[in-house]
């Protein structure tokens, strides 16, 4: 009975979060433990094997697969520091608070600037002789808040209609004047400065640079190794594009310490310069898996168990602009394939060269052992050292066993002569 209600909370427990996780992007892997409702040690014992490996613990992603960061920045004291940086804070808020700001640092200027410019005629009198024609007002026509508002506009902008002019009468007016073109300057270039670096953002860019939903590990070249695919849609190409990977993992070192999510560099060709891209078409980069790989001793069998994600980072330059993109993707174990190649994508037709995109993301089984790189490479050395043994080292080997036997056989003469000579002298005495 016991077992039966926990089944039936089980199942609701896992519907409920596989429904709520289809409405998610597929992140999987949470390392927060998910606890089962609670139940007897006899309940627990009954509940079938497949149901128990229901709950184990899963990854959280590091880097998702669209390339954002899913790490939340919370109890930052130091609030001010992003007002030091005021302009990368403005560039960095979303468009509508962008849009916002941009509005409301035009319209408080020019409020400001038109209360000042009505302050100073409501000091002069200007506002009491209106009207007047003896009087020499600081700004003509200025009759109000209202007129006062819209000559800032007119003298911050240069708009100049010719109908609020000041006169020569006013020297704070000539002052003020000089003070708001100079400001109205500065706000200009900062806030068409920050609109222009959030247009121009190459953030775009790098929805066209895409990388295959796996990664796969097989034999190339006799050699295991771990891969992955890259392409970019557009016809202008990225300038000067390089690859990386990181390995996001976990340990503990020998001391004891423990270091979250320890990042770990995968060599995909720096030595070789195979990490500098010529990405005109679709490429597959690839990570020889040998003793300074951090998957030298995983096999087939040992990966599902792993709790790791592999970071790919694409940096280049746009072409039509200069400026630096930056793409990035991320494979956690239940994306990374033991066994399977990608499917080729690129055809040569009547003068050209065709991509079929269709096929970007598509693999095939391959016949790849299951064993560890480490393993394998123990096995090849065990099969291939006696027919690596040159004639030249055999004879040597050869020779040294026969200077061994006749240094033994001296030796053993040597013993001979002396116990006889032993036994005459005793004979004589």
């Known amino acids: 009975m016991y077992a039966h209600q926990y089944l039936c909370s089980l199942f609701s427990f896992l519907s409920a979060n596989v429904l709520e996780g289809d409405s998610m992007e597929q992140d999987v892997e949470s390392p927060v433990t998910i606890h089962p409702p609670k139940l007897p040690k006899q309940a627990r014992e009954d509940l079938p094997k497949h149901l128990k490996e229901c709950t184990k613990r899963k990854i959280q992603r590091y880097v998702r697969k669209d390339g954002k960061c899913n790490v939340h920045h919370g109890n930052v004291r130091e609030t001010y520091r992003y007002l030091t940086d005021i302009f990368t804070t403005l560039v960095d808020l979303k468009w509508r608070f962008n849009l916002f700001i941009f509005v409301m640092v035009y319209t408080v200027t020019w409020l400001f600037f038109g209360f000042i410019w009505w302050l100073i005629a409501y000091i002069r009198g200007d506002l009491e002789h209106i009207g007047d024609k003896k009087w020499t007002p600081c700004v003509s026509n200025l009759n109000g808040f ?3 508002f819209l000559f800032s506009i ?47 953002q190459p953030k775009k860019r790098a929805e066209t640079l895409v990388f295959s939903t796996n990664a796969v590990i097989s034999m190339r070249d006799g050699k295991l190794c771990l891969m992955f695919r890259v392409g970019d849609l557009r016809n202008s190409h990225i300038v000067e594009a390089s690859i990386r990977a990181k390995l996001i993992k976990s340990k503990q070192t020998k001391e004891g310490e423990f270091i979250p999510l320890n990042q770990t560099d995968i060599n995909v ?4 310069g ?24 995983i096999s087939k069998a040992q990966l599902p168990k792993e709790e790791l994600e592999i970071v790919v980072i694409l940096e280049g330059m746009v072409e039509a602009t200069g400026m630096t993109c930056q793409a990035r ?14 499917t080729p ?13 269709n096929s970007f993301h598509d693999t095939y089984e391959t016949n790849t052992p299951s064993y560890s790189a480490k393993e394998l490479a123990e096995m090849a050395s065990r099969a291939e050292l006696p027919l690596t043994w040159s004639v030249s080292s055999q004879l040597d080997q050869r020779a040294e066993m026969d200077t061994e036997e006749e240094t033994k056989n001296h030796e053993e003469q040597t013993e001979r002569n002396g116990d006889v000579a032993n036994l005459e002298n005793e004979s004589k005495v």
């Open 154 to 200: 007119e003298t911050e902008t240069t708009i100049g209609y010719g109908f609020r002019v000041i006169t020569d009468k006013c020297p704070e007016g000539i002052i003020l004047l000089l003070v708001q073109s100079v400001l109205g300057s500065i706000v200009n270039a900062f806030m068409v400065g920050c609109m222009f670096v959030k247009i121009s």
């Open 329 to 342: 993707s991320s494979y956690v174990t239940s994306e990374i394939l033991w066994g399977y190649r990608f």
């Open 269 to 272: 060709g720096y030595y070789t």
């Open 146 to 148: 209202v007129s006062a």
């Open 274 to 297: 195979d990490d500098r891209l010529f990405l005109v078409s679709p490429l597959i980069i690839s990570h020889e898996i040998n003793q300074q790989s951090p998957f030298w001793e």
């Open 345 to 357: 994508v690129l055809t040569l037709e009547d003068g050209f060269y065709e991509v079929d995109y």
